[in-house]
């Protein structure tokens, strides 16, 4: 049997013994620790020499190699060579190969398992060729190098290689210094930032010695990458919260699954009876004939819950003063304020809970992200300011496990509306437009007939027509209606949508203009998309008595002080859907509790169905999705809201005072209906009232 011993400066209680097998031979391991005291090291070193097989030291490797740069340290070279007949090695050769192996097969096996993570290295320089592996997943890294090893809290913290690079002929001294004794307590002040790192981090990497006397008591939901935690040691991980766990290689035995990567080469070294320290080829070829493969361990029992991400943004400047974290910004000039904001990078509102499927039974979350930009901002800039951004948001919601994400508000609207995004991300991105449609069209149905109108005829106007929103608004109404009317500012998309129209539906009426004015008095029903900012689209004063505007534009189209002027209209907002389950959103997102705009319930809704794809995008928005969302917005238990006009609920009593009021004005204007024609109108649910639902 062979009979390896590995030195560690590391605490004398994490010793041990145990035996493993390694291409058929037996090995006797035995770690020492000796409390940081470097003396006794070197003793040690003479009392093993030739008295054992293999020596390993687990310090910090003898040559740190930092990209093309070899720094050697020459206390520890000058330590392995006291020996004069059994090799000595460091594990700098193991470690190399082990890291990088670990990182790829982790990623094999959990594809976006590091993929935009937050990455805290407590020893950087030690473990540079694992934070190269893991640079190829483009993570954002925080290196604690200067905060523990040096002890110079003052330095800044390395963010990226290249800045671990540049700052190395400074902290490498410092570090291997320190390393030669015990690492001194921590001030109060040095813990207590090393703790808001350890907050910050998705993944912790380093020794355990390190881990197991500088990790704060809560590690709940993060990766631990390190060497050779023991049995008891993974259970205290446990007990901590720690959700995945991370080691170089398969266990090697029941007493010590797990050893540090010193004392795997020092096991390789007896093992080929080389009496030096083996290079990369032999390293490769023991790990592939000993089929050596990192242990990947879910510490926890987790659930699998769908989780989804929404973004949303401010519509208006004081918006940003909800979050509480802002609130300081009302004392600012607004206008500055809202030019501020839209550099913000993508923020953490909120988690939504409490959605649950009536199909599945399943209960899904979901997160909530803002951008700062208003709408005006956003519209005063080239459409890649808020691509970077979503694109930005995308990569947040991935590393908080999110599957899909939706855009809210004006983010489904700017540019390519959605698609840039859906290509440069890698989770699923749904503008949310295909719900937004049925339920529009859905609310504006139901408010027709509270109105006392048919569904089968009079006319429909769609402003904003030839946008992702109002091109199929406008194309199902003609299908349900017949007569409809196109209002847009470019006349050559009006004149392609028109087009379309009649060759899909050659039955229909159709006009094509590029203001509303001249047509409002005739229109039964107006939906209107448009992305102005004005709220001036329409003159409420030219509508037809009893009309019904479905407002879907945010900010909205209608002003409330405008609306007051016309009582026996009914001027609705877009259709909010209730969610199944008691939803939470954890932020007032402007809707009563458990209530969504569409964009955000479609998301959602995907989510339930397992659909974590790209889903709704374009301006083109295909009529076969709008049809299959409202059939999924069946199955899962999502209904309508009920009307709401201006943030109220619409009453029995609003539209019995809205119905007299248009019929005063009717019979003013000598357009009265007969007792009979009244009567049949009268009808909540005339015979063919469930036009548009057919055409869904």
């Known amino acids: 049997m062979k009979h390896v011993v590995s030195l560690s400066l590391g605490a004398t209680r994490r010793d041990y013994r145990c035996s493993i097998t390694l291409l058929g031979q037996s090995v006797q391991v035995q770690r020492i620790g000796v409390d940081g005291d470097w003396q006794r090291v070197a003793a040690l070193l003479r009392r093993y020499d030739g008295t054992v097989d293999a020596i390993s030291l687990e310090h910090p490797p003898a040559v740190i190699q930092l990209g093309t740069q070899h720094y050697p340290n020459a206390a520890l070279l000058a330590l392995m060579d006291q020996t004069r007949q059994t090799p000595v090695v460091d594990g700098r050769v193991l470690q190399a190969t082990l890291e990088r192996w670990a990182i790829k097969r982790a990623a094999d096996r959990m594809p976006g398992i590091w993929r935009y993570r937050r990455v805290l290295l407590l020893s950087a320089l030690q473990h540079y060729q694992l934070a190269h592996a893991l640079s190829e997943h483009q993570v954002e890294f925080r290196c604690a190098d200067p905060l523990i090893s040096s002890g110079l809290a003052g330095l800044p913290l390395p963010r990226s290689l290249a800045q671990l690079e540049y700052m190395a002929p400074l902290l490498l001294p410092l570090t291997m210094l320190r390393r030669s004794h015990r690492l001194p307590p921590l001030s109060p002040a040095r813990r207590q930032r090393l703790h808001r790192l350890f907050d910050w981090a998705d993944v912790i990497v380093g020794p355990f010695d390190l881990i197991g006397d500088l990790a704060p008591a809560d590690l709940r939901g993060r990766t631990l990458i390190t060497d050779d935690p023991s049995p ?164 947040l919601a991935e590393r908080m496990g999110a599957r899909i994400m939706g855009l809210g508000a004006f983010t489904s609207v700017v540019g390519d509306a959605g698609i840039t995004v859906a290509q440069k991300s890698d989770i699923g991105i749904t503008s949310g437009n295909s719900l937004t449609v049925a339920a529009t069209l859905a609310s504006a149905r139901h408010a027709v007939l509270l109105m006392g109108g048919r569904i089968d005829q009079g006319c429909a106007m769609v402003i904003g027509a030839t946008g992702s929103i109002g091109s ?114 954890g932020f007032d997102i402007g809707l009563p509790p458990g209530i969504a705009y569409a964009c955000l319930a479609e998301t959602a809704l995907l989510t339930m169905e397992g659909r974590f794809e790209d889903y709704t995008l374009g301006r083109d928005i295909k009529i076969e999705q709008v049809r299959e969302i409202y059939h999924l917005m069946q199955k899962h238990g999502l209904t309508l809201a009920r009307l709401r006009s201006f943030g109220q609920y619409i009453t029995d009593a609003d539209i019995a005072a809205k119905r007299r009021l248009a019929d005063e004005r009717r019979q003013q204007a000598a357009l009265h209906l007969t007792d009979a024609h009244r009567s049949e109108h009268s009808n909540h649910l005339p015979a063919n009232a469930c036009l548009i639902d057919q055409v869904l």
């Open 232 to 395: 008891a040691e993974i259970d205290a991980l446990r007990q901590r919260g720690l959700a995945t766990l991370l080691t170089m290689t398969p266990p090697m035995s029941q007493e010590r699954p797990f050893l540090s990567t010193a004392a795997l080469e020092a096991i390789i070294t007896a093992v080929l009876e080389q009496g030096c320290q083996p290079d990369d080829a032999e390293v490769l070829d023991v790990i592939d004939r000993a089929r050596w493969e990192p242990t990947l361990q879910s510490l926890q029992h987790q659930r699998d819950i769908r989780k989804f991400a929404f973004v949303i943004h401010p519509l208006k400047t004081d918006h940003i003063y909800k979050d509480t974290r802002f609130g300081f910004a009302r004392y600012f000039p607004q206008r500055l304020v809202e030019w501020l904001a839209a550099f913000a990078p993508p923020l953490y509102l909120s988690h939504i809970r409490g959605i649950r499927s009536q199909a599945t039974g399943e209960e899904i979350e979901g997160v909530l992200l803002t951008l700062g930009a208003t709408p005006r901002e956003m519209l005063r800039r080239s459409p890649t300011f808020t691509y970077r951004r979503l694109i930005r948001a995308a990569r």
């Open 472 to 585: 199929v608004c406008a194309r199902l109404l003609a299908q349900a209606i017949g007569n409809v009317v196109l209002i847009a500012p470019r006349p050559e998309r009006l004149l392609a949508l028109k087009q379309q129209i009649e060759q899909e539906t050659p039955a229909a009426r159709v006009v094509a203009a590029t203001r509303p004015e001249s047509y409002l008095s005739a229109a039964d029903l107006i939906v209107t998309t448009t992305s102005a900012l004005t709220g001036k689209i329409i003159n409420i004063d030219r509508l037809k008595p009893g009309a019904v505007v479905c407002d879907v534009a945010r900010p909205p189209d209608v002003q409330a002080e405008d609306a007051t002027r016309r009582p026996d209209v009914l001027v609705i907002e877009s259709g909010e859907i209730v969610l199944p389950g008691n939803p939470d959103f």
